[in-house]
């Protein structure tokens, strides 16, 4: 089972990215994304089953970001809208068979915001 991230960049404070993750190996019933800033702890920012009806946002992204999945291509998505500089951090995608149980991880993506 592989997990890989790719959309990461820099971009200004305002801006917008879509960071994409694809499974291969199976398919998840649960699928999220994380992110981890510089001297700080990994924590959790979206996850979306496997259906795309039951969705999580953490506060602080709940309006800016959008977590979906495509299971035709075993993708999830994060697009990021209204970016701002706080949002700076590698941002992993992540899998779970169980709700929170995250045995599957991507490699992580950076995503820079200047501000």
């Known amino acids: 089972v592989q997990l890989q991230a790719s959309g990461g960049g820099l971009v200004q404070a305002g801006g917008s990215l879509r960071l994409s993750c694809a499974a291969s190996g199976r398919t998840f019933g649960y699928m999220g994304w994380f992110r981890q800033a510089p001297g700080k702890e990994r924590v959790l920012v979206a996850t979306?089953?496997?259906?795309?009806?039951?969705?999580y946002y953490a506060d602080s992204m709940k309006d800016r970001f959008t977590i979906a999945r495509d299971n035709a291509k075993n993708t999830v998505y994060l697009q990021m809208n209204s970016l701002k500089p706080e949002d700076t951090a590698v941002y992993y995608c992540a899998a779970a068979v169980v709700s929170g149980n995250w045995g599957h991880w991507g490699q992580g993506t950076q995503v820079t915001v200047s501000s």
């Open positions: 979306i089953n496997w259906n795309g009806r039951s969705l």
